[in-house]
């Protein structure tokens, strides 16, 4: 996938429009992981170096168009600017005669960052007028928020209608690292799918159904799986509404490689605490009121084999309740195969990322790990995405 890239700009003395995904996860107004502010850092550093002004965009949360005082970005404008070593000048609002001014008034090497852009309902409308307005702050567009490159709104597709847009560094990053697993991907191929939801997922489990080898299911959504082939899954969650397109796509499965695998055993409990009495049964015999909590050992220790002997490996969605140790050993098992296989291994997907921090793992341990949950689910459906698709050469 050929884009336009910011290495090949003259920025100097321009002001840029950079929209960066800084959505991290606040508790009490404060920043419990800088990772992707972290990862929004080194397009900042690049546009600062080369002589720019530097206006950013973002959102926190799901505001819903409305001022939201707990998502107001000001906690991350602080945790940024201590990271970067550099003053950002963290307005209240986003567009209006205030910001018209400072705007004004900035000089290369300056940083303004805009209030929660979602605090505005023409964001996610894509608002044309909103979209322009944003524009005429600067010369180029910068689309570095990978992590919503799959949201149509004025900030991430609209803005690029009107100045021209490139790819910032992480999205250059996270495409250059995805694409492969589009085009032409060393084989064996293998999924691991997990989490509680399936809607996420068909795109991508229907895109590799003819390309991969191996599709492993664990989590909620195997659940839904299981009792599509007719298992009793007590009370277990599962999604009820999906059971015919879990049939649909196991027949599809069936049709081609054969390739998509369920738990054979799993870990089953009464209630989710970090106490629980726990059982380790095959799916055959689970039995009353049981929940499922985790894959098996058996299970996971074949998954884990999978992966090791994979060339190209996908993980999104952990394998059951990691936030509880009696749930945590499948994703475990998952994230150790994931960090010792020979394969190029991508991790995405927030739950994951925060189940191999907690196992122990570092970035360094994987090939890659996206910053984008529901964006790299999307790309790897094979859908053009709204956020980069005015990158595009
Ligand atoms: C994310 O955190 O995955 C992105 O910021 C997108 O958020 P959204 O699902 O609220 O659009």
Redesign the pocket.
Known sequence: MAIRQIDKLDFKDKRILLRL?L?VPLKDGKVQDTTRIEQALPTVKFLLKGGASVIIVA?AG?PNGNVVEELRLTEIAKEMEKLLGHKIKKLDEAIGKKVEKEIEKMKPGEIIMLENIRFYPEEEANDIKFSKTLASYADYFVMDAF??TH?AHASTHGVAEYIPAYAGILVSKEIHALSPLLEQPRRPITLVLGGAKIWSKIGIIKNFIAKADHILLGGGIANTFLYAQGHYVGESLFEKDKVDIAREIMLDCEKNHDQLHLPEDVIVADEMSDDAKTLNVPVTDIEGDAKIFDIGPRTAEKYAQIIKNSQTIFWNGPMGLYEHPPFKKGSETIAKAMAETYGTAIVGGGDSVDCIKRCGYKREDFTHIST????SLEFLAGTMLPGIEPLLK
């Open positions: 995904e959505n959102h799901r992590g919503t949201r984008g949950g529901g964006a």
